[in-house]
């Protein structure tokens, strides 16, 4: 049998194909978002967070004791750091593996979960990286702003069952003190959620 060249064999071409895979992934995965999003204004989350939101005023006068230990007062540097930590801990939370946060224009989604997504709604820092789910497993969240009340989500992030019956969605217990009421984490990821989709008001998209 003809013994193969060094090139030839297999070991050669794996190794090969494997590194060049890589060069090209780190092109289009690292260097493309830098070179093509920099010239793309991106809002901050301080520009986001210069009027708080109702929700979370309501969220003060609701859960005064552990609001005020949470975050204080209303201001706006308290509802940045409500959106930064409730973005981080939806993040940790895995909730972007169940949840999607991007409305296509199939499947009657407009109909389920309202208006299809556009590229202008990721423009901010908020949205980076862009959380657009691996799965559906429950519904999309990108317009979850105002459709259920501070009081529901704050239930349903500790027993989902409790008002959405049949839910296969965990609870997450350990975002309440010992007294069952919501600590830092559920008040900023109720923050976060009552966040998303608030840009609609106006009719502006």
């Known amino acids: 049998m003809e013994k193969r060249s060094r090139k030839e064999s297999y070991g050669f071409i794996l190794v090969t194909a494997g590194l060049g895979f890589f060069v090209i992934g780190f092109i289009f995965q690292m260097?493309?978002?830098i070179i093509f999003l920099r010239d793309i204004p991106m809002e901050t989350i301080e520009e986001i967070a210069a009027k708080p939101s109702w929700e979370f005023?309501?969220?003060?006068?609701?859960?005064?004791?552990?609001?005020?230990?949470?975050?204080?007062?209303?201001?706006?540097?308290?509802?940045?750091?409500?959106?930064r930590h409730g973005r981080d801990t939806y993040i940790a939370e895995a909730c972007w593996h169940c949840h999607s946060q991007y409305v296509r224009?199939?499947?009657?989604?407009?109909?389920r979960y309202g208006k299809v997504s556009v590229a202008s709604e990721y423009q901010n820092e908020l949205q980076l990286p862009q959380l657009f789910g691996t799965r559906r497993v429950g519904p999309d969240l990108i317009r979850q702003s105002g459709v259920h009340?501070?009081?529901?989500?704050?239930?349903?992030?500790?027993?989902?069952?409790?008002?959405?019956?049949?839910?296969?969605?965990?609870?997450y217990?350990?975002?309440f003190d010992e007294d069952g009421r919501p600590a830092k984490r559920a008040l900023s990821v109720v923050t976060y959620l009552q966040?998303?989709?608030s840009w609609q008001e106006g009719g502006d998209l």
Do not use: C
């Open 31 to 33: 260097l493309g978002p």
């Open 57 to 83: 005023r309501q969220l003060a006068e609701e859960y005064p004791e552990e609001f005020k230990a949470a975050f204080g007062e209303v201001t706006p540097a308290s509802y940045a750091e409500a959106l």
């Open 105 to 111: 224009p199939i499947a009657k989604e407009p109909v």
């Open 149 to 171: 009340s501070n009081d529901w989500h704050v239930a349903h992030l500790y027993d989902p069952p409790s008002v959405q019956p049949g839910s296969i969605m965990p609870g």
């Open 173 to 175: 217990t350990w975002f």
């Open 195 to 197: 966040w998303l989709g």
